[in-house]
């Protein structure tokens, strides 16, 4: 029932608890759908006696409430969705019988799901971690699961291996933690003895793992995939995800302290962002190649620890996927919605890629972990748009009611009683392809080099970006407390590059081991690929981002008029942080309601900062340690943190002095302001940790 305040028709009961009236006429029913005189009390003999057996009502909500939990994901529990559209702007029908790229304009509705993976349901946002970016297309020939993360490759070659990579990242068996890090023996001491997992490991240590929200960040299919045509003709593709808004991360210390400060920080960008009208948006990409290329590539395409550098296969946009509507159920849509990546149509196919074979294989069995029946696809969310027609039958929780006479083919029924066939000509067919060889347990020779694509993601990368990776690797092995583990770790390293390695045993106080063996000797000739960079792809604007405003009683209301018009004007969003919750009066007259008080509103929330409070505020915020930190961390996370005249005293308490990416506030410095916050942080200014 909607929440609301008391009517004229509510009624006070005999023992003074509340009895509201019905909204909308909508009178309150048991699950059978008996209409309820109270649901205030249990049914009981005597005004102090017991409770009755006879109390279905009770019994039916409490039964109900009692096994309301369903399993959290094995991986992936904490997520969260939206839904949303994929328009094609580019048909590829040469490529692609697939539904969603037949013609220019064409949209497919589709819901999104976002994730991290190692963390419980109740897991912090802002964990470092691989994001899930799984994405269901409900297409006019049936659902299409483009199950994927935001990460390219991944940290195994073969399904065997996903318990073990994903027992050692959870919480060890014999305490209990910790929660949702990587961060602790159990996963680096498997992460050390497999060393295909080190391209990965680069990415995950970089800033790929803490991103600003699930808006700035890309998404990849990870495996190969086909595409095939109508007539048959197949080709490979890999599927990209490109931010419209442009990608952004958060630094780790930001990420810690938004953890505490609002652990929700993702999800509840999303949902802004879509409730403000503020759609995000993805370009989806492909790299289409064929044999031959798989042939001559450096590395095998069926694994999914390399990728294909976009300078050797460019990216070509195909279409657009815009989210435009918040879950309006979390339960009934974001934690039943069932991904699977044999979700396929006419148009995509698999490879043999061995990890995608094994979650082929695998997603069936999840969902009926999870959801517990094997009719888990009538489910509103996973219930395909288009007609469904066959001969599954009954099961738990069957909600189509089958008609007609027969529920097996062939047989030779007539008219409605016949039910469907099979269509030879346009139903989905695998590409017909040669497989041959023995029936053997092995990984392929091709497969072997671990090291060069990781050498290739290092060398790619901004100063800032390599420092972040050694503070990173410093971080998690710091946190091992068997040496033998960073040893191994660090040999590892020194297979990828020297400063690298370097950088960590400082980090880590350590000399340098020997390298670790090879399987093939690691290349040094891959040239830089500036599409592995995330400051290299950031965005041109601030739109998108949130500036928070540190305003007092008194602030000068016209300086915070000019802010507001410029940023908000600009696509941003401004949000204003005060002493206390309360309204107050700007100098001008105006009155503000804050959007936080600064006590709940610590400077980690917003990618930019102005602090514009009165002279008497500043005063009064100097001896205050929240409003000290706010203006300290802002500046300790190189972030741009604008000022006003009165708000010196402030700084001066805080230790901040302004440089560059600190500019002086008047109403004629504001539009500099706003360009300078394009570049989202001032890097120059020197760390601090
Ligand atoms: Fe998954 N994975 N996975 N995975 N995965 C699941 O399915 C699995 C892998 C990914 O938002 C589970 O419904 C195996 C790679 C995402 O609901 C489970 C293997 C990639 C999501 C499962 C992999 C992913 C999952 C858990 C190795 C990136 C969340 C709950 C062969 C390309 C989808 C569920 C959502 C979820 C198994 C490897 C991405 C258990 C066996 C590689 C984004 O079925």
Not at 415 to 427: L, S, Y
């Amino acid at each position: 029932m909607a929440r609301r305040t008391t009517t004229s028709n509510d009624r006070i009961g005999e023992g003074g608890e509340l009895h509201q009236a019905p909204a909308k006429g909508e009178v309150m029913t048991t699950a059978q759908g008996v209409p309820m005189s109270d649901d205030q009390n249990s049914l009981r003999a005597g005004e102090r006696g017991p409770t009755l057996l006879e109390d279905f009502a009770m019994r039916e909500k409490i039964f109900h409430f009692d096994h309301e939990r369903i399993p959290e994901r094995v991986v992936h529990a904490r997520g969260y969705g939206a839904h949303g559209y994929l328009e094609c702007v580019d048909p590829v029908t040469d490529l692609t019988r697939a539904a969603p790229f037949a013609r220019k304009g064409k949209r497919t509705e589709a819901f999104v799901r976002f994730s991290t993976v190692a963390g419980n349901l109740g897991s912090p946002d802002l964990a470092r971690d691989v994001r899930g970016f799984a994405v269901k297309l409900y297409t006019e020939e049936g659902n299409w699961d483009l199950v994927g993360n935001n990460i390219p490759v991944f940290f195994i070659q073969d399904a065997m291996k996903f318990p073990d990579l994903v027992h050692a990242v959870k919480e060890e068996q014999d305490r209990g933690w910790p929660q949702a890090q990587s961060a602790h023996d159990t996963f680096w001491d498997f992460i050390s003895l497999m060393p295909e997992s080190t391209h990965m490991t680069l990415w995950q240590m970089s800033d790929r793992t803490i991103p600003r929200s699930f808006r700035f960040m890309e998404g990849f299919g990870v495996h190969t995939f086909r595409f095939v045509n109508a007539d048959g003709e197949s080709t490979f593709v890999k599927f990209h995800w490109k931010p419209r808004q442009g990608m952004q991360s958060v630094v780790w210390n930001e990420a810690v302290k938004i953890n505490g400060a609002d652990p929700d920080f993702h999800r509840r960008d999303l949902y802004a962002a879509i409730e403000a009208g503020d759609f995000p948006q993805w370009d989806l990409g492909v790299q289409v190649f064929d044999e031959a290329f798989a042939e001559e590539f450096e590395f095998d395409v069926l694994d999914a620890t390399k990728l294909i550098p976009e300078e050797q296969v460019p990216v070509r946009v195909i279409a657009r996927l815009t989210l435009d509507r918040v879950a309006s159920n979390v339960f009934a849509e974001t934690e039943q919605v069932a991904f699977m990546t044999q979700n396929v149509v006419p148009g995509i196919d698999f490879s043999d890629d061995p990890l995608l074979q094994g979650r082929n294989f695998s997603y069936l069995d999840t969902q009926l972990k999870r959801l517990g029946s094997t009719n888990f696809t009538q489910i509103p969310i996973n219930a395909p748009r288009c007609p469904v027609a066959h001969f599954q039958r009954d099961g738990h929780m069957q909600m189509s009611r089958q008609e007609g006479r027969a529920n097996y083919e062939p047989n030779s029924l007539g008219g409605d009683e016949r039910g469907p066939r099979a269509d030879v000509d346009n139903g989905y067919t695998s590409v017909p392809r040669e497989e041959a060889g023995q029936v053997r347990r092995v990984r392929s020779e091709t497969f072997a080099d671990h090291y060069s694509q990781a050498r290739q993601f290092w060398i790619s990368q901004t100063d800032v970006e390599q420092q972040h990776i050694v503070a990173a690797y410093g971080f998690e092995l710091g946190k091992c407390e068997d040496p033998a583990i960073r040893t191994r770790m660090l040999g590892n390293l020194r297979n990828v590059h020297e400063d690298l390695a370097q950088g960590v045993a400082d980090e880590l106080g350590m000399p340098l081991p020997e390298a670790n063996p090879a399987a093939i000797e690691p290349r040094t000739d891959l040239p830089e690929s500036a599409a592995l960079s995330i400051l290299r792809n950031g965005p041109d604007s601030f739109a998108g981002r949130k500036l928070g405003v540190l305003v007092t009683a008194g602030s000068d209301g016209a300086l915070v008029k000019a802010i507001e018009d410029a940023f908000t004007g600009a696509g941003a969003l401004v949000e204003y942080v005060a002493p206390a919750a309360g309204p107050l009066k700007l100098k001008g007259g105006r009155k503000l309601v804050p959007d936080h008080a600064v006590v709940g509103a610590p400077s980690v929330l917003f990618d930019a900062v102005a602090v514009v409070p009165s002279a008497e505020g500043a005063q009064e915020l100097a001896g205050r340690k929240t409003a000290r930190d706010f203006v300290d961390d802002a500046f300790a996370h190189q972030k741009f943190l604008a000022w006003s005249a009165d708000a010196q005293p402030l700084l001066d308490a805080a230790g901040v002095t302004p440089d560059d990416g600190c500019p002086e506030l008047t109403a004629g410095t504001v539009a500099g302001f706003l360009a300078q916050c394009a570049a989202l942080r001032h890097w120059e200014r020197p760390v601090q940790d």
